[in-house]
Structures are given as C-alpha cells and as structure tokens.
C-alpha cells in the first residue's frame, strides 16, 4: 500500500541555520506530494505540493522537490527563523480524490 | 484563510462514558469532512469520510458503533466516541473541505486530545 516515511525528530536549529527534513514514499502510479504544516495550537496547513516528477513546491522560503527515481520530497530551507518552529507532515495522495497519506510527523525547534 | 475550529480541545473522561467532539468550518460550506486519529509519535490516520446528509464512509478497522459521526450541517460534524475505553486515549483531528474545491484544499482543526481513564 501507499505509505510515506520522514525523518524522527524533533529537530532543533539555531536561528538561519540550514533545514533538511527528509521525506521518502511508497506508492503505486504518479502520487501528488505535499508538506503540511502544524504550528501550535493550530491545525494542519498546506505548505507546499508537487504534482509530478521533478516539480518543484515552494512557499515561504521553503522548497520540495519531486524526485521519482529516489522516490523522495525532502523539505529544505535555506534560513530558518524562530517562527519556523512548528510540526511538519510530509504526505501523498495517490490520486483523484483519495485519501491523503501522511507520515509521522517532525518536530522543528528554532532557537534564536 | 478558511478555519476549521474544534470542541474540546481537550477532554478527560471515565472509562465507560461517551464523549461528543465538534468541528465547525467557521467560514466556508464543508460538504465533505474527514476525522482522522493520531497516536503518539504517529502518522495522522484516516477514519472516516463524511458528507452532509448522509452515513459516513469508515475506512476498515474503524468501529463505526464505536465512532459515531454525524454531518448534519454544512458547517458542522460530531464525533461521539462511545463507551470510552482507554484504548480510545488520542488526538482527533477534523478537516474539511467545501463543495467544487480542489482535493488539496483541505483545512484542518486543532484537534482534541482526549484521555479515557
């Protein structure tokens, strides 16, 4: 079945560091890729999606791109900040209107 | 953006007793809502789809006699755990998403955290 594994954290960085959280997944066919947000007390916002191969999501100054031969949509972000501080799900949706496929989730802790 | 609140955002209870979580789409129609469970240091994991003014659609292994979900309104679903048993301790989240929309637009609650004693 479809499934999407990311990198345990949490995952603490110093202000304007560099942000990798790794992000691989399984499925069947041509899935579109998202990144999820989840700052506290708030629910799950969408960050960033990809909808085919070598795509590239990008917003508030992070990125994602679709790699089909790796099978990967690592996050990154060049400069963290304070606000980035937050729980971040990468997640994938085989097609059409099924369900979304998340992965566990990856706590990011930016210290200034 | 769209906001999707829910009630309690927390609730403890005995073991045996029945517990009515509430999500609301503040300012958008959701004809379709989803709840999702998440155990600690876990993925989010679907349980059942809802759209307003029918059953809900339960994904397998979900009791549907257990999570009770009703989509009366196009704002609002409740999901009444049943017998409460500590097993049934996690963190609910609803999302929601409104008529013609794009399936990634999809807009999430805070979730409730809920504790069976």
């Known amino acids: 079945g479809n499934s999407v594994t990311q990198m345990e954290g949490p995952v603490t960085l110093s202000e304007e560091a560099f942000l990798t959280i790794n992000c691989t997944y399984t499925?069947?066919?041509?899935?579109?890729l998202f990144w999820y947000v989840q700052y506290p007390g708030e629910g799950l916002q969408l960050l960033l999606k990809?909808?085919?191969?070598?795509d590239k999501g990008s917003n508030k100054g992070f990125e994602a791109t679709y790699r089909k031969e790796t099978t990967s949509f690592h996050l990154e972000k060049g400069s963290v900040q304070v606000s980035d501080s937050a729980v971040y799900f990468c997640?994938?949706?085989?097609?059409?209107?099924?369900?979304?496929?998340f992965g566990k989730g990856t706590r990011l802790s930016v210290i200034a | 953006g769209a906001v999707v609140s829910q009630h309690p955002s927390w609730v403890i209870c005995k073991s045996g007793t029945s517990v009515k979580i509430e999500c609301r789409s503040l300012?958008?129609?959701?004809?379709?809502m989803f709840w999702y469970r998440q155990f600690p240091k876990q993925s989010l994991m679907l349980m059942a789809t809802?759209?307003?003014?029918?059953?809900?659609?339960?994904e397998q292994g979900v009791e549907k006699d257990k999570f009770l979900i009703n989509h009366a309104s196009l704002t609002l679903s409740t999901l009444t755990v049943t017998s409460a048993h500590p097993e049934d301790s996690s963190f609910y989240i609803c999302?929601?998403?409104?008529?013609?929309?794009?399936?990634?637009?999809?807009?999430f609650g805070p979730g409730t955290r809920l504790l069976v004693l």
């Open positions: 999302s929601a998403r409104a008529s013609g929309r794009a399936p990634e637009t999809q807009y």
């Open positions: 499925a069947t066919g041509y899935p579109s």
């Open positions: 990809a909808t085919k191969a070598d």
């Open positions: 997640a994938l949706r085989s097609s059409g209107n099924t369900p979304l496929v």
């Open positions: 300012d958008f129609q959701a004809t379709t």
């Open positions: 809802s759209n307003e003014g029918s059953k809900a659609t339960y």
